[in-house]
């Protein structure tokens, strides 16, 4: 399934709760705007539409997609963020050695 994602936020969930990324994307050539929960347990994964909110809230089967559907397609664009930020954070650093090591010489 072909999803366009918008954004893509960590969450910790506090002290003791189990971490979650929450992931706004777009179906069907766009007319659905969706946001999803996925934890980072494999398997848990939920999806609801944001536009029905102000209509019919969150209620299950008025407001309910199948995480599972959706599931190995956000946590591939997931891993795909994660790289690219560990990326930028690598050139970041190596930017500031550099600039310490013109600074030290």
Known sequence: MKLTIQEIAYHRNGVGGEDFNVVRFRIRRGKENLLAIVFSTPGQCAVLNL???PTVGVEFAKNSY???EFEDALRAAIDQQDRAETERMKRAITRGL???RRNLS
């Open 51 to 53: 536009d029905l909110i």
């Open 66 to 68: 199948r995480g599972d």
């Open 98 to 100: 550099r600039r310490e």
